[in-house]
């Protein structure tokens, strides 16, 4: 059992089904109906102990259940686990443990809109806001600059097996799709290194153009296609641009997810 900091010390009961009124006088809980009662399950769920309530520990193994004074829970996401805590504010530490998270994962507030903000274990997260508040682990690989793109674009990225580095020349923060499989037999390479560049204010303001490297020309008939002629120098290589402008953008809604498929079908639909 243990209260919000999560250090869980063993306690024993005779009863094996004690009412949820025993768990919060196990650890000196007073008065009693201040405080709450929570068992953490094994896949992280939370579940209620009401404390006129029984609650059967056989079978179980070691439970794990959090008593907390509090009047009210807070609710929360992260990924897609939906948890609850009996505080307000909660540090960023606590609510990785609670999400069992591997050391080499770090935790981002989701800011829909926005860049989102990446936890440290001694940030204190406000759970009152109105709505709430979602949270994403990622693998944390800040020292490739990974954490200057929305977590949102990375897990999309790395969940689709896409290669990919993040540079930052002179405040300009671009991605680069390593590798990027071409269509069969269109051009006069199989892949290509793909550059997009992120205008300020992304995700809420569009992309414009990308560039490939390699310089690709279209295999049929040796030359380039139509308004992708012109030269970009970006991160110390000499890109292809392709003039392909976005006249549609979904601010909070669209993100490099929409800019992959842009790319394919520019691709696709390449001609002289």
């Not at 009662?37 to 102990?49: K, N, S, V, Y």
């Not at 056989?58 to 807070?74: N, Q």
Request: with cysteine.
């Amino acid at each position: 059992m243990a209260d919000e900091t999560l250090d869980f010390k063993p306690v024993i009961f005779d009863d094996p089904k004690p009412l949820g009124r025993q768990f919060v006088e196990a650890v000196g809980g007073a008065p009693v109906h201040e405080y709450v009662a929570i068992a953490i399950l094994p896949d992280g769920d939370f579940e209620d102990i009401r404390l006129d309530e029984q609650y059967d520990l056989r079978g179980r193994g070691a439970e794990r259940v959090l008593v907390v004074r509090t009047d009210r829970k807070f609710l929360f996401k992260i990924d897609d686990a939906d948890l609850e805590w009996p505080r307000r504010f909660i540090s960023g530490f606590v609510a990785k443990k609670l999400a069992r998270l591997a050391p080499n994962y770090a935790l981002w507030l989701d800011v829909p809109g926005g860049h989102d903000q990446k936890i440290q274990d001694c940030d204190l997260i406000d759970l009152g806001k109105p709505g709430v508040e979602r949270f994403i682990s990622i693998i944390d690989e800040t020292t490739e600059g990974r954490e200057l793109i929305p977590s949102a674009d990375r897990s999309f990225l790395e969940s689709h097996d896409v290669a990919f580095e993040v540079l930052n020349e002179g405040g300009k923060i671009a991605v680069i799709l390593e590798d990027f499989p071409l269509p069969d037999g269109k051009f006069d390479h199989a892949t290509a290194d793909i550059l997009i560049i992120l205008p300020p204010g992304y995700p809420d303001v569009a992309p414009d153009m990308f560039y490939t490297s390699p310089r690709l020309k279209l295999a049929s008939i040796g030359r380039e296609p139509r308004a992708a002629n012109a030269a970009y120098d970006f991160g110390g290589r000499t890109w292809q641009r392709w003039s392909r402008h976005c006249n549609a953008w979904r601010p909070g809604i669209d993100g490099l997810q929409t800019m992959v498929a842009r790319v394919r079908r520019a691709l696709e639909e390449a001609r002289a």
